[in-house]
């Protein structure tokens, strides 16, 4: 038999209260999902679309001239590149040496400036400007820049031939052994200054008080930058060589218009040899392969540096 | 901090990385749409597969066209010569095509093959154009759509290889016009002097070097047909010797800048500088008159080789397509018509200094006299020359000459390759991509 139990006054209207709260609860728990969903859905749009459509299209036959092979590939197209591709060993051995000659002189070269353009000296507005100025201009227009200076006819070797130094009618774009060294220049005039920003930026934050007492007690400029300012900066130098490694394996626009990847494919990076393959050979099954495994390539070589450099661990 | 910052960092500049390669293998499944005839009137899209130099004449005869029909409105787009084929093939495999384009016999199969055109031979047929296209280019329109008899373009031009030289640097160098690839050779090794800047011969050694090099090739070898049976010509030890001739020209007599000329560089080369020689079609010579001015310069045909006969590979025959996705396509034919008529096609052609497809068009003045001005003009139809006709029909064709070879081209040149080794290799691919065109035929 049941025994009534006794409440304790007020125990209905908390209940009430309890169940109008957990509406309000559930409600209040939907609101985040509900603001990032348009965020969400452009992702999802954006870059899940495109990606696994490559990782669809990796494992068929696509060439759009020739329909009647179309068809379930399998993983043909990663055993043909991996085992039977000479140009996609070279491309990507290309890219490499690419990427880390570009990323490590732009680095080099953008400490430097930013190192000159953080004192204080007259004219220093100006000398910012005129440090930071390539980044504004385009990739086309960079191109154009130093086509124009490598011309045979009009560029700088056409005045060195004229001052008795080389010969007429070449060009540093045409010979094998100076078109890595010309493309790497033309390059490096424009991501310096990526380098030099983001560093200036860094450095302003450093406190002065520590490179007072780094100099009370006797230490000179280079301690104080090395115990100091390297410090200061390594999450910087860290995103920053990440961020530019990824942008430099990317990199289409410079050399596809100074060099089209030649002569004789010398200048051909991995998404060279990808536009290639799928824009102009109409293969586009196979360029699909070849983008995946270049972002199988990317994604490893990014956790591997980040895990190596222990990159946001506090090792000040 | 974890690892997980990390991870989630590298995983997300990847995903950011990827975008530009995964842009490039994006697509759906090519379908074209059915389009429909339309109501005859209304808005159509044009696209020019030469924009920027044809700009100024294109626009004539389309406001010429909207006076004579007032109901239709032709939205005029530009595509650069270089960029025309990869926009086609991303317009077949992501929509966008236009109602009406300029389209090449050198990518026409391409564009057969996606099924993006409309067979036009029945509204030819039924039409005013009935009987008045040169004959020469229908056939080549035919035979590189690879359908049979069917035609996916109205011709509308045709153009021819021309060796353009200096007439001032000729005279000065007391050398007659070179008529004979070896008057050829020998002007220009004598019109060569490093020492001085001057160089006898500019090279096309980039992108579009394939088939300049093939019109050397079987000019000096004599070589008549590209097929002997089932098997290419290319690899013929007589155009093995003609092609070590002619790349070795690069570095003697040419700049060696030369290995990237593509057309641009090319012409930009022959006309800022002090070259005696250029091979190129008929469609440079406006370049060439800026640069050098009325008498400067002279058109010639290919040399003549071996027992005086010449022999030169066909250049790609210019057209109008109609494409099968327009839902006006009533309206786009007008236009076709239009323009391939004699009026509008004389009027194009004059100023592109090109041959017309209008055989009414090709009895202008203006065609007479380039005819006398220029041999390389008449050279086509007086039944002086023999051509090589290539195979455009090959779905493979536009890889094989471009983007599979021109590097290894480059090679050669650079003495990293034999010409043997280049087109042995060249000849497997052509027999290969013949016999699998041929087993869907």
Not at chain 1, 88 to 96: I, K, T
Not at chain 2, 154 to 163: I, R, Y
């Amino acid at each position: 038999m049941a025994q009534a139990v006794a409440r304790p006054p007020g125990t209905a209207r908390r209940r009430a209260e309890d169940r109008r709260g957990g509406s309000r609860g559930r409600g209040s728990r939907r609101l985040p999902y509900l603001l990032i969903a348009p965020a969400g859905l452009l992702m999802l749009g954006f870059i899940a679309y495109p990606m696994l459509s490559v990782f669809y299209y990796s494992l068929r036959h696509y060439n759009v001239t020739k329909p009647w092979r179309d068809g379930f590939a399998g993983l043909d197209n990663f055993t043909t590149l991996l085992t039977d591709d000479p140009l996609f060993w070279d491309s990507l051995a290309f890219s490499a040496k690419w990427v880390v000659v570009e990323v490590g002189l732009q680095l080099a070269f953008g400490l430097a400036l930013a190192l000159i353009v953080n004192q204080t000296f007259v004219g220093r507005a100006f000398a910012r400007a005129l440090v930071f100025s390539p980044w504004a201009v385009s990739g086309v227009l960079t191109t154009t820049i130093w086509m124009l200076l490598y011309n045979p006819a009009t560029g700088v070797s056409r005045y060195l031939a004229d001052a008795g130094i080389g010969e007429y009618g070449t060009s540093v774009l045409s010979d094998t052994g100076t078109v890595f060294w010309a493309a790497v220049l033309a390059e490096l005039w424009r991501g310096v200054p990526f380098f030099a920003i983001l560093i200036l930026a860094d450095l302003q934050s450093v406190p002065r008080d520590l490179y007072e007492a780094a100099a009370v007690d006797g230490a000179g400029r280079l301690r104080q930058f090395v115990h100091i300012t390297l410090p200061h900066l390594r999450d910087a130098i860290i995103l920053s060589t990440l961020l530019r490694a990824v942008w430099e394996f990317n990199n289409v626009d410079l050399l596809y218009t100074l060099t089209g990847g030649g002569p004789a494919g010398r200048t051909t990076t991995l998404p060279l040899y990808v536009a290639n393959t799928g824009i102009h050979g109409h293969d586009f099954g196979y360029a699909s392969a070849l983008t995946t495994v270049a972002f199988v390539i990317l994604l490893f070589c990014s956790i591997l540096y980040l895990r190596l450099s222990k990159f946001g661990g506090d090792n000040r | 901090m974890t690892m997980t910052t990390p991870l989630r960092a590298a995983a997300a500049l990847c995903l950011a990385g990827s975008l530009t390669l995964t842009a490039a293998a994006c697509g759906d499944d090519g379908s074209t749409g059915g389009g429909s005839e339309g109501e005859g009137a209304g808005s159509i899209t044009f696209w020019d597969n030469n924009g920027g130099v044809r700009t100024p004449v294109w626009k004539e005869i389309i406001a010429d066209f909207e006076k004579a029909h007032p109901d239709i409105d032709v939205e005029y787009v530009p595509i650069p010569i270089n960029d025309v084929q990869s926009k086609y093939d991303t317009a077949i495999a992501g929509g966008g095509l236009p109602d009406v384009g300029g389209v090449t016999t050198s990518y026409l199969a391409n564009m057969v093959a996606q099924d993006a055109l409309e067979p036009v031979g029945g509204r030819i047929e039924d039409g005013s154009l009935k009987g008045v296209l040169a004959e020469s280019m229908t056939e080549s329109v035919r035979a590189a759509g690879g359908r049979g008899d069917e035609m996916y373009s109205v011709p509308t031009s045709a153009n021819n290889g021309t060796l353009w030289y200096r007439t001032d640097l000729f005279e000065d160098a007391g050398l007659a016009p070179p008529t004979t690839w070896d008057a050829f050779h020998d002007a220009a090794e004598k019109l060569t002097d490093k020492e001085d800047n001057a160089f006898g011969y500019t090279i096309r050694g980039g992108e579009g070097s394939i088939a300049q090099a093939l019109d050397a090739m079987y000019g000096q070898s004599g070589i008549t047909e590209f097929w002997d049976g089932e098997e290419t010509t290319v690899n013929a030890p007589e155009n093995v010797a003609a092609l070590e001739k002619y790349a070795g020209l690069y570095g003697d007599v040419t700049p060696e800048a030369d290995v990237n000329n593509d057309f641009v560089k090319m012409v930009a080369q022959f006309d800022n500088g002090d070259i005696g020689m250029l091979s190129h079609n008929l469609g440079s010579y406006q370049d060439h008159l800026k640069a050098f001015g009325e008498g400067g310069f002279a058109g010639l045909p290919q040399p003549s080789g071996p027992g005086g006969k010449r022999v030169q590979v066909s250049n790609p025959v210019d057209g109008l397509g109609l494409f099968k996705s327009s839902d006006n396509k009533g309206a786009a034919w007008k236009f076709i018509e239009f323009a391939a008529a004699h009026e509008a096609n004389s009027a194009w052609n004059e100023s592109a200094a090109q041959i017309p497809a209008n055989s009414e068009a090709a009895q202008d003045a203006w065609v007479k006299e380039s005819a006398r001005d220029n041999g390389a003009f008449a050279s086509l139809t007086d039944g002086s020359t023999e051509i090589v006709q290539l195979p455009y029909y090959l779905p493979d064709w536009n890889n094989i000459s471009k983007t599979d070879n021109e590097p290894a081209f480059q090679k050669v040149l650079l003495g990293e390759m034999s010409a043997k080794e280049f087109l042995d290799a060249m000849a497997e691919q052509l027999n290969e991509a013949r016999a699998e065109w041929q087993e869907q035929q």
